[in-house]
């Protein structure tokens, strides 16, 4: 591809303030995706007591109603790479709004648990969709001296779409209308979708399709400097010059399989600590510590608060303490806080006492998972993948997400069943101590080291821990 920035006439000029207010707009704007994937999270936690006692059905069904939205999210999360090339980062985050909606109202509607299911897979090809497409919009859009904040921006609005649905839950739960539950997300969901139709297109995939005036347009109204947009536009000429080939690299080069298994690790990881056990399943785990209906709604709430203000504590010290040193303080705080909780269920929760300082433990947990595994393993997993395998290796870590994601889901309360409250957390609490052992023998420092370097160490056979810095 030619370089193409000198080539493509002046566009009008934008006053610069003008256009950083409007860069910052259209960023918030498609982060407002994070808090459509936070309230489908939120809602089933608070909902699904009402919807087992309505329905008359088992814990099993409960868990195949939690865990469908995550098998949406993983097949559209396989499709929204190839959505995303073909029909643009922008359509992509539409026809997911969309689903979303249309999801929503199916949930509120739903005549039985098997359409409970369908409406719950639909939406999960929306938010597998938005999580694909939406960070790597914000990317391509965001000005470079804002992106990382731009892009912590998406992981906070999904931590604030779960505090708002946990919220939302509290208030329906006195009346016990689950279908408002689910149904009223569709508001939301609607006017993000009204939203999306004023984002404009992402300069890096009109370029992508031969669109450069179009791009060249974008850029002024987004930076509003003609240097600026001239150099940014030549950055992405020189970068589409290294085609993706991902599947062909992975089955010719051991050092990229290394990349994508260190990538699905860490996704593995993250989910197996625990967390969205308690998102799921919140009030079921206040109930086993005494609570009645409305004080388990309202420290689920409480937890999606404490989620929310604790990615602020990763947000501020990524950069400075690094990824490592961060990942193994939550991870002990995780095995802490879940030893605790299961530790004072095997002994049993009888004073109000013994009640508060439970949740407080768990309360820890939540802080633990904010501040480190929560956003942290995201980070890594974009920064390990060399350039020419990194839609590849991102796509292939976030379906093993959404996979893992789905079995935790599926099998929490089979587990409670099984071997106990206390048991389960135990279980948990011991696989978090396990991953400090992971952390130190397999995931780098990529603190301060460019992706060049990181990607340079990792074709020269370096061990995955001295890929970094």
Excluded at 172 to 198: D, E, Q, T
Excluded at 384 to 406: E, H, Y
């Amino acid at each position: 591809m030619n370089t193409v920035a000198p080539t493509v006439s002046a566009s009008p000029a934008v006053p610069v303030a003008a256009s950083r207010t409007t860069a910052v707009f259209t960023c918030v704007l498609a982060a407002l995706a994070g808090l459509m994937f936070g309230l489908d999270i939120g809602v089933i936690s608070g909902a699904s007591q009402f919807i087992q006692k309505e329905f008359q059905i088992s814990d099993h069904m409960i868990e195949w109603i939690v865990s469908s939205m995550m098998l949406g999210a993983a097949i559209g999360a396989l499709g929204a790479s190839w959505m995303s090339a073909a029909l643009g980062r922008k359509r992509s985050l539409i026809l997911g709004a969309v689903l979303f909606v249309a999801g929503s109202l199916l949930c509120g509607g739903a005549w039985s648990p098997e359409a409970l299911i369908a409406a719950r897979l639909i939406l999960g090809l929306a938010i597998g969709i938005a999580t694909f497409t939406a960070p790597l919009y914000l990317a391509e859009v965001a000005p470079e001296h804002i992106r990382g904040a731009m892009i912590s921006l998406y992981q906070l609005m999904i931590t604030i779409g779960i505090l708002v649905a946990f919220l939302s839950d509290t208030a329906f739960s006195y009346s016990g209308n689950w279908r408002w539950m689910l149904g009223i997300i569709a508001i939301p969901g609607a006017l993000f979708l009204l939203g999306v139709f004023f984002l404009p297109d992402s300069p890096r995939w009109l370029m992508m399709r031969g669109r450069v005036r179009e791009a060249h347009g974008v850029l002024m109204r987004l930076r509003g400097d003609e240097s600026v947009a001239h150099r940014e536009m030549t950055d992405i000429s020189e970068q589409l010059k290294t085609p993706q080939r991902g599947w062909h690299l992975f089955l010719e080069n051991t050092n990229f399989r290394r990349s994508v298994g260190l990538g699905v690790l860490l996704q593995l990881m993250q989910q197996f600590t625990g967390m969205n056990v308690v998102m799921y399943y919140a009030p079921r785990i206040f109930e086993g510590m005494g609570y009645d209906t409305q004080s388990q709604l309202w420290f689920t709430a409480a937890v999606g608060l404490t989620n929310v203000l604790a990615t602020f504590i990763a947000i501020g010290l990524v950069d400075r303490l690094g990824r490592k040193p961060i990942l193994y303080i939550g991870f002990v705080v995780m095995a802490l806080g879940l030893g605790v909780v299961g530790a004072m269920m095997h002994g049993g929760i009888t004073t109000h006492v013994e009640q508060i300082f439970t949740v407080g433990m768990l309360l820890v947990f939540i802080v633990g998972f904010a501040m480190s595994a929560g956003p942290l393993v995201w980070t890594l997993c974009s920064e390990v993948q060399p350039l020419k395998g990194r839609d590849f290796g991102i796509g292939c870590s976030t379906f093993t997400n959404w996979i893992a994601n789905m079995i935790v889901g599926a099998t929490f309360l089979s587990l409670l069943h099984g071997i106990g409250n206390a048991a389960t957390f135990g279980l948990y609490a011991g696989l978090n101590l396990v991953f400090i052992v992971l952390t130190f023998w397999l995931v780098p420092e990529t603190k301060g080291v460019t992706l060049e370097q990181i990607e340079g160490k990792l074709m020269a056979g370096k061990r995955l821990r001295e890929i970094g810095r």
